[in-house]
């Protein structure tokens, strides 16, 4: 956290010595003012690697207006967008040695920090965006950004990315036979990646730094992301073809640097994370509008939009995932997730 601060230089005396005293009293006099500026004043980066326009990037301006409301403007939050301060890895290990303040992350690279989280990305699990939120917002959602704290972050807030979807440039799919042999980009993530595998495809981790320029390049054939990824990054461009599969639901989250939070008040931990509330509201509301518009907005931009899945398929092929995975990663939690939409 970096105070913010103006400062001249120090005073030309043209041939004036200076007592002892009047140092030691110009030393204490700039000690004060710059203690006092580092309280009353700061300044911290809000890091995102997807566009600023899309629906991280509306969160993270939601999340500094309600800081700089709460603060009466003494905290200002400076959103970092595109992933100019590295991928989702780099942003969640920057936070654990303090160059990085806040981010907001996909639970991708998430699961390498706090396995637990690797329960939330199983496919299939969630029902609806309906559930997805009451759950997280709820009791388990709680007991899991707990577990951050123990790892150099904390957990501020679940936030959304959607339903995930498969996009190519190579053929329609419609059934888990249509993915075998597809080069796709996953998220670094041991469930996903296997899911995959599962379905016949070739799975391919990397940063979403990498992401479009591989498709443009021709190295994978496509990738999974919800509806607004799809949309506020121009995919049409990349891909022809997107199969609205709603594998998994894909939750973000809101850390904090453990390092930077301990820095602040109790006032101001508090002001963080109603902060953290606003950002997940926007971010939720703008999903929801793209997730009612995407479909129509991805067909007027030249992609075949597949609706007509078999989604039963697909669960079947994926069921060896759970079996392989499922009491490693939290097989009570996933059952308590499934309780909980009954």
Same mark, same amino acid.
């Not at 006032?267 to 509201?281: L, P, Y």
């Given at each position: ?12 005396? &043209? $041939?004036?010595?200076?007592?002892? @005293?009047?140092? #030691?009293? =110009?030393?204490?006099?700039? +000690?004060?003012? /710059?203690?006092? %500026? ?43 967008? &595109? $992933?100019?301060?590295?991928?989702? @890895?780099?942003? #969640?290990? =920057?936070?654990?040695?303090? +160059?990085?303040? /806040?981010?907001? %992350? ?55 990315? =959607?339903?995930?979807?498969? +996009? ?175």
């Amino acid at each position: 956290m970096r105070a913010i601060f103006n400062q001249d230089g120090p005073n030309r005396m &043209g $041939g004036i010595r200076m007592t002892l @005293r009047g140092i #030691l009293a =110009g030393a204490l006099l700039a +000690t004060s003012a /710059l203690t006092a %500026t580092s309280l009353s004043a700061k300044e911290m980066n809000f890091a995102i690697v997807t566009p600023p326009d899309g629906h991280y990037g509306q969160g993270a301006k939601a999340f500094a207006e309600k800081m700089n409301e709460l603060s009466n403007g003494e905290i200002t939050i400076n959103v970092k967008a &595109g $992933g100019s301060l590295g991928g989702e @890895r780099e942003l #969640l290990e =920057g936070e654990q040695i303090g +160059t990085i303040e /806040l981010a907001m %992350t996909s639970t991708g690279p998430v699961g390498s920090f706090v396995p637990e989280i690797y329960a939330l990305d199983f496919p299939f699990l969630f029902n609806d965006y309906a559930s997805a939120h009451e759950i997280l917002d709820g009791e388990i959602g709680d007991e899991l950004l707990a577990k951050f704290e123990d790892k150099g972050m904390i957990g501020l807030a679940w936030s959304e990315n =959607g339903f995930r979807h498969i +996009t190519n440039s190579v053929k329609p799919v419609q059934t888990p036979a249509d993915v075998a042999g597809l080069k796709l980009r996953t998220m670094e993530n041991q469930v996903h990646i296997d899911a995959f595998k599962e379905l016949g495809a070739s799975p391919t981790p990397m940063s979403w730094t990498e992401v479009l320029t591989s498709l443009q390049q021709g190295t994978i054939d496509g990738q999974e992301n919800p509806i607004p990824i799809i949309v506020s990054n121009n995919m049409w461009d990349m891909q022809k073809y997107v199969t609205l599969t709603g594998h998994v639901y894909s939750p973000a989250v809101i850390t904090m640097s453990k390092i930077h939070w301990d820095q602040l008040s109790e006032e101001e931990q508090g002001w963080i994370r109603e902060a953290a509330k606003a950002g997940v509201e926007a971010t939720r509301a703008v999903v929801a509008e793209t997730e009612t518009n995407g479909v129509a907005t991805m067909r007027e931009n030249g992609m075949e939009v597949i609706e007509d899945v078999d989604k039963k398929a697909f669960q079947d092929a994926v069921q060896p995932t759970y079996d392989r995975y499922g009491k490693e990663y939290g097989e009570a939690m996933i059952q308590r997730i499934r309780d909980a939409q009954k």
